[in-house]
């Protein structure tokens, strides 16, 4: 039963290697056009045929054959480079038609004539070059074809004479015609397999572009969102404020207030203008990872600083036990945008008197950063879209304003970093973000 299933798993393992060399041979989709590659494998498929027609058409007597066949060889060997290497498909396949009409032409007198099987070989070349030229073409192929052979047939009948290739014997003659035929038949099986398969790689190659499509222009809308409303109503709150601080007389208890609230609403919009320049830099491909070995410590510092004077004002208490000694492979920048906006969000999302607690610890071969906070937790429904642009914007418990956008550029980041981001929910006792990223060694 071993034998059976080790023999089974040699072949298995055998064929995937050769479906990956002949897919290296002739192009991977992508890479080159659909007709591109039947083409390639036209030619791969030729070349290995014109290898067994060379002998055979000596052994049956027909030796000028024989010479057309090496010829043919070369032929196929000059058109794939021309084709596959050199990447000119087109001026390939305007060659291919011209050169092997003409070569079956020639043939065709040192093949026997109309009792050989040059005229088999002329629909299969005819099959193949009309699966893979382009369309303007379809109708001048067609017409040479058809010009050619009724051509050769017209000369054969007025001069019997030009046949100058005849078999040996009648044997020979079956045999040739049997060989050609399914040399011809497997060719036309191949193309036909393979520009199915050609056909349902670009199929799935134009669903995954579409798919793509649709969540650019999901992010398009969002960006778009977030540009007209979620800045468009913190920059009018500080007009508004400037307003009444020009045209009213204030008293000082007044004026303080209003300049917090000043103050907390351009915070919280310089927080989203942050996470939109991030992401847009992210998208536009001009931010990538710097990987060095960074302090987790040195980067929470200024953030808890930052932080605090709104943790003192909701009475949350923050704290933290983040060894100084802990060091990770990130990028610096990186990093503490996902720290800033991991525990912004638990800020604003943990009610007043609650407590938010950022530990780190070694979880080989990472370290896990952990933000843990008593709020309300995450419900269902947001659970599903939390890190992608299809998420809500919301409201703090002290109605700080987010924009979605954050979560899903610290997932980015994260994994830019070679990182994981997740979380734990639960509604009404609190949630836990966690952030896993390589140690330092």
Known sequence: MSD????????????????????????????????????????????????????FNYYIGLTEASLISLVLCFVFIFLYYLSRIKNRFYISITLAGILLNTLLGINYFFNAGVIGSSLLLFILIYSLIAITSPRRQQLFWFGLNLCVVFGLLTIEYFYPESVVGHYSSRSNQIIDVASTYLVGIVLIYLATYFFRKAYKAEQRLVEEKSAMLEELNAEKNKLFSIISHDLRSPLASVQHYLEILGETEVDDIQKRKIEADLLHVVGNTQDMLNNLLGWSTSQMGGKKASITHVNIFSVLRPILEIYKPLAIKKTIRLTHAVDESL???????????????????????????????????????????????????????????????????????????????????????????????????????????????????
């Open 4 to 55: 059976y299933i080790g023999n089974n798993l040699k072949n298995y393992l055998l064929l995937n290697k050769l479906r990956s060399v002949f897919s290296a041979l002739v192009g991977k989709p992508g890479d080159a056009t659909v007709e591109s590659r039947i083409f390639n494998s036209i030619c791969v498929v030729g070349i290995a045929a014109m290898f067994y027609n060379i002998p």
């Open 327 to 441: 060091w990770v492979r990130a990028d610096h920048n990186m990093l503490e945008l996902i720290l800033r906006n991991l525990v912004g969000n638990a800020l604003k999302f943990t009610p007043f008197g609650g407590s938010i607690r950022i530990e780190a610890v070694k979880s080989k071969p990472d370290i896990r950063i952990e933000i843990k906070d008593n709020g309300d937790g995450i419900s269902d429904e947001d659970k599903a879209y939390l890190f992608s642009l299809k998420s809500r914007s919301t409201y703090g418990t002290n109605n700080e304003k987010g924009v979605g956008l954050g979560l899903f550029l610290c997932k980015e980041y994260a994994e830019e970093q070679n990182g994981k981001l997740w979380f734990e929910s639960e509604q009404g006792i609190g949630t836990s973000f966690f952030l896993a990223l390589p140690e330092a060694g």
